[in-house]
T-cell receptor
Framework: DAGVIQSPRHEVTEMGQEVTLRCKPISGHDYLFWYRQTMMRGLELLIYFNNNVPIDDSGMPEDRFSAKMPNASFSTLKIQPSEPRDSAVYFC????????????FGQGTRLTVV | SQQGEEDPQALSIQEGENATMNCSYKTSINNLQWYRQNSGRGLVHLILIRSNEREKHSGRLRVTLDTSKKSSSLLITASRAADTASYFCATEGGSWGKLQFGAGTQVVVTP
């Protein structure tokens, strides 16, 4: 398996634009997580899914953020409209579940909102 | 909000020395994990210790867990320049499967 795949790797966008980040988890993993990493706030859990169902979205900062998992092999994190303070590295991770909680991370998407 | 807090925030040592970092957490856990992050990369899982375990080893890594103090430590023995990275603890507890990370310890190993 190629591991967790995120796209794009880098995204530069203007304030007010919609941004969509994409993630393909490891095949067979039941859990998918979206994290945001900044120098100021560290690694924050935004939302996680179990079997494509959102379990906890309490970390999503505002209504401008939304996440979906339409099937077991794909998830999106959308920011609309984007703001400069959304600039961060966004990570997707997946875990097997079924008693195993070791997380496998993607390479991240570095988002810059100007 | 973060569950774990690492200490120290940064650590600078020479090759061959041991590196020790600590993690404190707030609520009960099922397990605690340690991850490494090289600059600009995703996190990589190092070791997991369950709440009923007190110590675990993996190669040059030794992890301890004290649930009464809600703390854990990670020891890297005989450090190498390649160990230069940020190290994070992560707790899994409460909602099963929910992993929350601390702020990390930045370790620099100089040759």
């Amino acid at each position: 398996d190629a591991g967790v795949i995120q796209s794009p790797r880098h995204e530069v966008t203007e304030m007010g634009q919609e941004v969509t980040l994409r993630c393909k988890p490891i095949s067979g993993h039941d859990y998918l997580f979206w994290y945001r990493q900044t120098m100021m706030r560290g690694l924050e859990l935004l939302i996680y899914f179990n079997n494509n169902v959102p379990i906890d979205d309490s970390g999503m900062p505002e209504d401008r953020f939304s996440a979906k998992m339409p099937n077991a092999s794909f998830s999106t994190l959308k920011i609309q409209p984007s703001e400069p303070r959304d600039s961060a590295v966004y990570f997707c991770a997946s875990t097997l579940g079924q008693g195993s909680t070791e997380a496998f991370f993607g390479q991240g998407t570095r988002l810059t909102v100007v | 909000s973060q569950q774990g807090e690492e200490d120290p925030q940064a650590l600078s040592i020479q090759e061959g020395e041991n590196a020790t970092m600590n993690c404190s957490y707030k609520t009960s856990i099922n397990n605690l994990q340690w991850y490494r992050q090289n600059s600009g990369r995703g996190l990589v899982h190092l070791i997991l210790i369950r709440s009923n375990e007190r110590e675990k080893h993996s190669g040059r890594l030794r992890v301890t867990l004290d649930t009464s103090k809600k703390s854990s430590s990670l020891l890297i023995t005989a450090s190498r320049a390649a160990d230069t990275a940020s190290y994070f603890c992560a707790t899994e507890g409460g909602s099963w499967g929910k992993l929350q990370f601390g702020a990390g310890t930045q370790v620099v190993v100089t040759p």
